[in-house]
């Protein structure tokens, strides 16, 4: 069975920087499309980062310049790396995947992680 675990939320003065892990576990043959999103209370899930299995991305307008996504394919992990951090970072989040599984190759499916809480000071 397929699993996301997410790391690395935690609280952070603004200005400062954590970096989000999502570790993929189970029966797949590679990870295709990954991406992070966040939900802040009261407020619509957003798209934060993609990136696809050629390793091009895309980011959210906020977060441009502020944020990276990065893979490793090797060990099935996707990570977010958040510098400059503000107040309004603070949210929920989530990894994203679509996965290719060994039963099927021709088959994508989607996960999501349980959600890491990202929480910033002012």
């Known amino acids: 069975q397929v699993q996301l675990v997410e790391s690395g939320g935690g609280l952070v003065q603004a200005g400062g920087s954590l970096r989000l892990s999502c570790v993929v576990s189970g029966r797949i043959f590679k990870i295709e499309n990954a991406a992070w999103y966040r939900q802040a209370p009261g407020k619509q899930r957003e798209l934060v980062a993609l990136?696809?299995?050629?390793?091009?991305?895309n980011y959210g307008d906020s977060v441009k310049g502020r944020f990276t996504i990065s893979r490793d394919d090797t060990k099935n992990t996707v990570f977010l790396q958040m510098n400059s951090l503000k107040p309004e970072d603070t949210a929920v989040y989530y990894c994203n995947v679509d996965v290719t599984p060994v039963a099927d190759y021709r088959r994508r499916d989607t996960y999501w992680g349980q959600g890491t809480q990202v929480t910033v000071s002012s």
């Open positions: 990136i696809t299995s050629y390793a091009t991305t």
